[in-house]
């Protein structure tokens, strides 16, 4: 009963990384970026650069969680 528990929570948090890993914009913009880049204003890159720090910071610890829980699952019988 314990391990379905953990095994749901686990599916669970799988799922919320795979989310919050799409959420996140790309690092790299190549070529196109270096052409377009001056549309954006200071406000809106300030904002995109907290947004995807957050974002950074919760699949972090999200995936923290889901390796712990997987050694976790793995210890019980």
Do not use: P
Not at 12 to 19: D, H, R, S
Request: hydrophobic share 60%; aromatic share 10%.
């Amino acid at each position: 009963m314990v391990k379905m528990i953990l095994t749901v929570l686990q599916v669970l948090l799988g799922l919320f990384l795979i989310v919050v890993v799409l959420l996140q914009e790309g690092k790299t913009s190549g070529l196109s970026g270096a052409i377009s880049g001056g549309a954006d204003t200071f406000l809106s890159k300030n904002k995109a650069k907290s947004w995807d720090a957050k974002l950074a910071r919760w699949t972090k610890w999200v995936a923290i969680a889901f390796v712990v829980l997987t050694f976790v699952i793995s210890l019980v019988k």
